[in-house]
């Protein structure tokens, strides 16, 4: 059995790239998609070669070992008849247009605090996204397309909620799943399973709809002021993987509160990115360890929420 994991593992990762080439390559990506028990069906047409320095070299040999691909076996002619998924757009790899949304609080009455949006509000806002063909991805695919290139939504957006609490469960949650919505949710380790917090089945059953979680420290520690850093940032990723078995790859800080050490801490400790706030929608590598998010305070009204979403940056 485990062999056959592995090797469904194995083929996921031959799989991939495919979908991780650009242009013409994309005929690849949806041809592997499509044929995913035949696997040198989804051997690389010899046009990714004639587009090297899309993606590094290093990467292309770290999944593409030519080994696994005898030049015997090679049918490019297999992907001549396919067409690209008119659902995706290419980006990357470089800087990739996506707004990233900074949610809190979502509760069905107006509470008087700016990180409470009603619920009512809530749904106007998704509604509009949804009418104007905006998709949600995740923070993981934002860092993947910005790195190695990806096939995204053609209007990707992402929408984040800080602080794990349980009303975002209760309220944005079927909105979203309305909308065919997901989320990408920023815990706080030692709050969890209390009061009005998320618990381990929520988690579990959010995470199985495609939500995706990262750590928002151990506390909601102060991080420049911290004398905790290796535990808010580090220790408690660890406990948050092994209790829940999801990556945590992306770290929000605590008020968006950063300094070069808190950053460090964040790449040190394996993150691919870190969440702040700011008011770039284009996002490129050098800011992934400080990811601008904006946010939606409950005081905005629709034309301010529109405004939010579509001024790039
Ligand atoms: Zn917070």
Partial sequence: MKRFWFGIVLLTMILTPGCSQVNLNVVSGKESEQNQTVPTVA???????ASPTHMPTQTQTAFLPSTLFPSATLRPSATASLTPDPNLTFYGPGPVLAPILMYHRVLNYASGSEYVVTT????????????????????????EAVRVGKLLPHKPIILTFDDGYRDVYQNAYPILQAAGYTATMYLIEKSLNEGGNLNDAIIE?????????????ATHA?????????????TS?????????????????????????????????GYTSGAGNGSFTIHGEERLFFLSRREIKSYFD???????????R
């Fill in 43 to 49: 051997i690389p047409s010899p046009t990714i070669t």
């Fill in 120 to 143: 009512e509000q809530f749904k106007r806002q998704i509604q509009w996204l949804l009418e104007q063909g905006y998709q949600t991805i995740s923070v993981a695919d934002l860092v």
């Fill in 302 to 312: 629709m034309q301010r929420f529109i405004t939010t979403v579509t001024d790039v």
């Fill in 222 to 234: 102060y991080l420049p002021d911290s004398k905790n850093l290796e535990e808010e940032v580090c």
């Fill in 237 to 269: 990723r660890t406990r948050l993987i092994e209790k829940y078995g999801l990556p945590f790859d992306s770290f929000a800080y605590p008020y968006a509160a950063k300094d070069e050490k808190s950053i460090q801490a964040v790449i040190d400790c």
């Fill in 205 to 217: 059953e959010l995470s199985q709809a495609g939500w995706e979680f990262g750590n928002h420290s």
